[in-house]
């Protein structure tokens, strides 16, 4: 039986979620990734971010209102992917 999101089987999409996960956390190690967190917490999105996961995760839908610049078009989509990255669902994320 194949994903319905991916199209995958569940074997293949587990590999690639797996993949995923580890180019993630290659990546987390290095300075340009250490450096562009530093830039990435200091927009008002950040201090939202465990609050914005909840709520999507409760909700089919979220409006997320907030002042130009503040992170929402950016930050909040990056946030969602990082969470399916860490949590080994990267194969299934759609943004």
């Keep these: 039986e194949r ?3 991916t199209g995958l089987t ?3 999409e587990k590999r690639e979620s797996d993949r995923l996960r580890e180019g993630y956390n ?4 290095s300075k340009e990734w250490k450096d ?3 830039e990435r917490r200091k927009l008002p999105a950040h201090a939202y971010a465990e609050e914005l996961m909840t709520k999507m995760a409760e909700n089919q839908a979220v409006i ?3 002042e130009t610049g503040c992170g929402k078009t950016t930050q909040v989509p990056q946030m969602l992917l990082d969470q ?3 949590r080994g669902t990267g ?3 759609r943004i």
């Design 36 to 38: 562009k967190w530093e």
């Design 10 to 12: 569940p074997e293949a």
């Design 64 to 66: 997320v209102v907030g």
């Design 91 to 93: 194969a299934t994320c």
């Design 26 to 29: 290659a990546m987390k190690r």
């Design 3 to 5: 994903g319905r999101k």
């Design 84 to 86: 399916c990255l860490e």
